[in-house]
């Protein structure tokens, strides 16, 4: 059984089609990062998973079952572009606030789930954090905080959008060693979804590519490479690597880099922030 298979999987939004008869499948406890262009889809895709957004052909399937809406088995972070500067609440109060509305109805938490809020802050190294307010943690220090906040129920998928977004290289390093950590203390698949693969590329089981309406799913040396990506870019690419460091080129332009310099990644919360960290 996989945790979470795309079957010919046709989504559709507006006129355009994001994902075209898109096919793959993550396994069960894998860790598979995901690339692609700015509005490739990597949201679509996790929103679909979700069954927030429809398909217009094809099947999703979560651990074996259709995909629908409010799926225990999956832990949701959704993509944070800084709307939380000015909380004052604490890192524990965001992180129960998901507790609360998710599972345990709006009564108060028991000691169950007091535990459990402990034990997933823990798990991402964050129970000191979590007495701050949110508001105040630099951005790695809250990216583990709303990791935590995936973790309840412990999940057996986890769908990250972008939790390196605005990170120096040292939090996105830490952020993606606790990411695969969790993967394989609770043995659960992992879809990560980033800008560029090199933050990510030593941790990770398989690469997952989209573009053009495609997504490619396998070894990193198998779908980085020239051929693959100018399908999926719909452009020239050559793939050049350095050491352990990838870079994937346009011409003389480093395609991954410029996208995330041109995206508004510092600038405030737009679309994106869903604010529903609910799968
Ligand atoms: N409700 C909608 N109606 C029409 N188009 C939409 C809708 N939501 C998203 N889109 C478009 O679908 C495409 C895919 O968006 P999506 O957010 O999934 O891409 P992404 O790969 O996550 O992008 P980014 O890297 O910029 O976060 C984009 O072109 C986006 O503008």
Do not use: I, N
């Given at each position: 059984m996989s945790a979470l298979s795309f079957d010919s999987v046709t989504i559709r939004l507006g006129r355009r089609d994001i994902l075209s008869a898109a096919s793959f499948a993550v396994r069960e406890g894998e860790f598979v990062g995901m690339l692609g262009a700015n509005g490739a889809g990597k949201t679509t895709l996790m929103r679909a998973a979700l069954g927030l957004v429809p398909v217009a052909g094809g099947a999703i399937r979560v651990l074996g079952a259709p995909a629908t809406r409010g799926n225990p088995a999956i832990g949701y972070m959704p993509q944070n572009r800084g709307a939380m500067a000015g909380l004052r609440l604490t890192g524990w109060d965001v992180v129960a606030s998901a507790a609360v509305g998710r599972r345990f109805g709006f009564a108060p938490l028991d000691r169950a789930a007091r535990r459990e809020i402990d034990w997933a802050l823990d798990e991402v190294g964050a129970r000191d954090l979590a007495r701050r307010s949110i508001g105040e943690l630099s951005g790695g220090?809250?990216?583990?905080?709303?990791?935590?906040?995936?973790?309840?129920?412990?999940?057996?998928?986890?769908?990250?959008?972008?939790?390196l977004i605005s990170l120096d290289p040292a939090h996105q390093k830490s952020v993606v060693e606790i990411a695969r950590r969790v993967c394989d203390d609770l043995k659960a698949a992992i879809v990560f979804s980033a800008h560029e693969l090199n933050p990510l590329v030593n941790v990770i089981d398989r690469v997952l590519y989209l573009g053009a309406g495609s997504a490619v799913l396998g070894p990193v040396d198998e779908v980085v490479t020239g051929p693959v990506l100018s399908r999926l870019y719909g452009a020239e690419i050559e793939v050049v690597r350095v050491r352990d460091r990838w870079f994937v080129m346009a011409g003389d332009v480093e395609v991954e880099r410029e996208a995330h310099r041109h995206d508004g990644r510092h600038g405030p919360a737009h679309e994106h922030d869903h604010g529903d960290a609910h799968a």
């Open positions: 220090e809250r990216q583990r905080v709303l990791l935590s906040q995936a973790l309840l129920g412990r999940p057996r998928l986890l769908l990250l959008d972008e939790p």
